[in-house]
C-alpha cells in the first residue's frame, strides 16, 4: 500500500451518511447496552451495576450508530458471508416431477467499515475451502459485492495472538483497505480497486494532505506498538506445529489439551473461519419445501454419527483433537495457511477454560523439544 490519504472523524461519518442515503448497506461495529434491551435472554447476562456494553457488528440504520472506540466485536463477520442459516433452493414435486426454483447468487454492493483484521483475514482463509472442489455461488456473491475497510487494532487483550499465525492488527489481508487511527481523523490507504473506488466515489471526504507527521510517525509508530504487543502473547512455529500434529496425532498431549472440553460448540459458533455446515429439506407443505444450510459444529456428537450408530469420534477429546488438527495441520497441509487468524474469540467465549495460547504453547514446546535436543546430544 503507497497510497495514503486522511479522513477526519467528522468526514468518516459523513462518508458513512453518502453511503446509507445512497442505498448502499454499511456493516459496522455498534455497540448497545444489554441492559437496556427488551430481551429477556440479554437481561441475565446484565451486570449488578445496570451496565453492559457489548459490540457487534450490525447493519447501519444511521451514521449516529457507528462506534469505532471498542475492541473485537462478540461475533465475527462470518454471519454476514455465511448466514447462520439460509436457503440453497426451493422444490416443488407433483408425481414424479420436481420444479428446482434457484436462490439469487448476486447481491447488492455493501461496504463493511472498521472490519478487524483477524476478520477480514477470516475471509480470505475460507476463500480457498469456497473454492477448492466446488465453488460456492452464494459465498463468492457476497464477497464479490462486499468493500471491507479494515481499522487498525488499537484494543488488543491477552487472548489475542494474530500475529502467531501470519496476521497482524494492522492487517488487509481479506480487506479493501485500512483506517489507521491519528490525531483528528484517520489515514486511510486502499488495497484493492474496490478500496480505491470508494476514495473516487466519496473524493469531497478524503485529503491527498495527510498530516506530515502521520507518515513514518504516529501511524506506524501506533500500528507497530500494537504488533508488539500481540506478538508478546504468543510466538510459535507455526510449521512446526503443523508437522508435529500430523506425525503425533495420538500423543497423549493432543488428549490432555482437550480435557476440560464439553462439546458446547461455542468456539465454533463465534469463531470467524470455523464454517463447517449441514444441509436439510424443510417441508413446508405437500409437495413442496426449501433446502438449506445451516451452521453445525464438530464439537457435537452427531456430527459424525453415522445411520449405522457407528461414531468415528465417539467421545469430546477426539472432538476437539479434530479441532485443532483441521486447524493447524489438515487445512495448511491442503491450503497453505492455518485455518486461524488469531481473534481469540474461542478463548474468551469457552467456559471450560479452553485457551488456544496456551494449548498451540504447548504444541510448539512439543515440537521444539526434538530439535532443541538435537545439538545436545550431539555433542554427547
Ligand atoms: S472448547 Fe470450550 S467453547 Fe469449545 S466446545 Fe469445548 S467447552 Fe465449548
Ligand atoms: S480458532 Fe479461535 S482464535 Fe482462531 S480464528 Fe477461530 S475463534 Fe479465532
Redesign the pocket.
Same mark, same amino acid.
Given at each position: 500500500m503507497s497510497e495514503r490519504f486522511f479522513i477526519s472523524e467528522t468526514d468518516l461519518r459523513g462518508l458513512t451518511a453518502d453511503l446509507l442515503d445512497g442505498g448502499t448497506e454499511v456493516i459496522a461495529p455498534v455497540a448497545t447496552d444489554i441492559c437496556q434491551s427488551p430481551s429477556a435472554v440479554a437481561a441475565t447476562a446484565c451486570t449488578l451495576d445496570g451496565s453492559k456494553v457489548e459490540i457487534d457488528y450490525r447493519q447501519l440504520t444511521s451514521a449516529d450508530d457507528l462506534d469505532l472506540s471498542r475492541g473485537l466485536p462478540q461475533l465475527?463477520l462470518k454471519e454476514f458471508f455465511l448466514p447462520e442459516h439460509e436457503p440453497l433452493c426451493r422444490w416443488r414435486q407433483k408425481g414424479t416431477t420436481v420444479q428446482v426454483f434457484e436462490v439469487p447468487t448476486e447481491f447488492a454492493p455493501r461496504v463493511v467499515l472498521a472490519a478487524k483484521p483477524?476478520d477480514a483475514a477470516?475471509l480470505a482463509v475460507v476463500d480457498k475451502v469456497m473454492n477448492w472442489d466446488y465453488e460456492d455461488e452464494l459465498w463468492n456473491g457476497r464477497r464479490a459485492a462486499t468493500t471491507v475497510i479494515n481499522l487498525a487494532c488499537q484494543v488488543i487483550d491477552d487472548?489475542c495472538?494474530?500475529t502467531a499465525?501470519g496476521a497482524a492488527p494492522d492487517d488487509v489481508k481479506g480487506a479493501d483497505g485500512l483506517l489507521t487511527p491519528v490525531e483528528g481523523g484517520y489515514v486511510y490507504e486502499p488495497a484493492t480497486d474496490k478500496g480505491r473506488a470508494l476514495v473516487e466515489d466519496f473524493a469531497a471526504r478524503f485529503s491527498a494532505d495527510v498530516p506530515a507527521d502521520t507518515i513514518g510517525g504516529q501511524a506506524d509508530d501506533e500500528r507497530a506498538a500494537a504488533r508488539a504487543r500481540v506478538a508478546d502473547n504468543l510466538e510459535i512455529d507455526a510449521d512446526s506445529v503443523r508437522d508435529w500434529i500430523e506425525a503425533n496425532f495420538e500423543d497423549p498431549l493432543l488428549t490432555h489439551l482437550a480435557m476440560r472440553c464439553n462439546g458446547c460448540g461455542a +468456539?465454533?459458533g463465534? +469463531?470467524? *473461519? +470455523?464454517h463447517c455446515f449441514d444441509i436439510v429439506d424443510e417441508q413446508e407443505g405437500v409437495g413442496h419445501g426449501t433446502r438449506r444450510r445451516l451452521w453445525d459444529t464438530c464439537q457435537a456428537p452427531t456430527f459424525t454419527l453415522h445411520a449405522s450408530g457407528h461414531n468415528p469420534r465417539d467421545t469430546q477429546h477426539v472432538r476437539y483433537r479434530q479441532?485443532i488438527n483441521h486447524?493447524f495441520s489438515i487445512y495448511p497441509l491442503r491450503f497453505g495457511e492455518? @485455518?486461524?487468524?488469531?481473534?481469540?474469540? +474461542? *478463548?474468551r467465549?469457552c467456559h471450560a477454560g479452553q485457551d @488456544?495460547v496456551e494449548i498451540l504453547e504447548a504444541i510448539d514446546i512439543a515440537a521444539r523439544r526434538p530439535r532443541d535436543a538435537e545439538p545436545a546430544e550431539a555433542a554427547s
Amino acid at each position: 500500500m503507497s497510497e495514503r490519504f486522511f479522513i477526519s472523524e467528522t468526514d468518516l461519518r459523513g462518508l458513512t451518511a453518502d453511503l446509507l442515503d445512497g442505498g448502499t448497506e454499511v456493516i459496522a461495529p455498534v455497540a448497545t447496552d444489554i441492559c437496556q434491551s427488551p430481551s429477556a435472554v440479554a437481561a441475565t447476562a446484565c451486570t449488578l451495576d445496570g451496565s453492559k456494553v457489548e459490540i457487534d457488528y450490525r447493519q447501519l440504520t444511521s451514521a449516529d450508530d457507528l462506534d469505532l472506540s471498542r475492541g473485537l466485536p462478540q461475533l465475527s463477520l462470518k454471519e454476514f458471508f455465511l448466514p447462520e442459516h439460509e436457503p440453497l433452493c426451493r422444490w416443488r414435486q407433483k408425481g414424479t416431477t420436481v420444479q428446482v426454483f434457484e436462490v439469487p447468487t448476486e447481491f447488492a454492493p455493501r461496504v463493511v467499515l472498521a472490519a478487524k483484521p483477524c476478520d477480514a483475514a477470516a475471509l480470505a482463509v475460507v476463500d480457498k475451502v469456497m473454492n477448492w472442489d466446488y465453488e460456492d455461488e452464494l459465498w463468492n456473491g457476497r464477497r464479490a459485492a462486499t468493500t471491507v475497510i479494515n481499522l487498525a487494532c488499537q484494543v488488543i487483550d491477552d487472548s489475542c495472538f494474530c500475529t502467531a499465525v501470519g496476521a497482524a492488527p494492522d492487517d488487509v489481508k481479506g480487506a479493501d483497505g485500512l483506517l489507521t487511527p491519528v490525531e483528528g481523523g484517520y489515514v486511510y490507504e486502499p488495497a484493492t480497486d474496490k478500496g480505491r473506488a470508494l476514495v473516487e466515489d466519496f473524493a469531497a471526504r478524503f485529503s491527498a494532505d495527510v498530516p506530515a507527521d502521520t507518515i513514518g510517525g504516529q501511524a506506524d509508530d501506533e500500528r507497530a506498538a500494537a504488533r508488539a504487543r500481540v506478538a508478546d502473547n504468543l510466538e510459535i512455529d507455526a510449521d512446526s506445529v503443523r508437522d508435529w500434529i500430523e506425525a503425533n496425532f495420538e500423543d497423549p498431549l493432543l488428549t490432555h489439551l482437550a480435557m476440560r472440553c464439553n462439546g458446547c460448540g461455542a +468456539c465454533t459458533g463465534v +469463531c470467524p *473461519t +470455523c464454517h463447517c455446515f449441514d444441509i436439510v429439506d424443510e417441508q413446508e407443505g405437500v409437495g413442496h419445501g426449501t433446502r438449506r444450510r445451516l451452521w453445525d459444529t464438530c464439537q457435537a456428537p452427531t456430527f459424525t454419527l453415522h445411520a449405522s450408530g457407528h461414531n468415528p469420534r465417539d467421545t469430546q477429546h477426539v472432538r476437539y483433537r479434530q479441532r485443532i488438527n483441521h486447524k493447524f495441520s489438515i487445512y495448511p497441509l491442503r491450503f497453505g495457511e492455518v @485455518l486461524c487468524t488469531g481473534c481469540g474469540r +474461542c *478463548t474468551r467465549v469457552c467456559h471450560a477454560g479452553q485457551d @488456544l495460547v496456551e494449548i498451540l504453547e504447548a504444541i510448539d514446546i512439543a515440537a521444539r523439544r526434538p530439535r532443541d535436543a538435537e545439538p545436545a546430544e550431539a555433542a554427547s
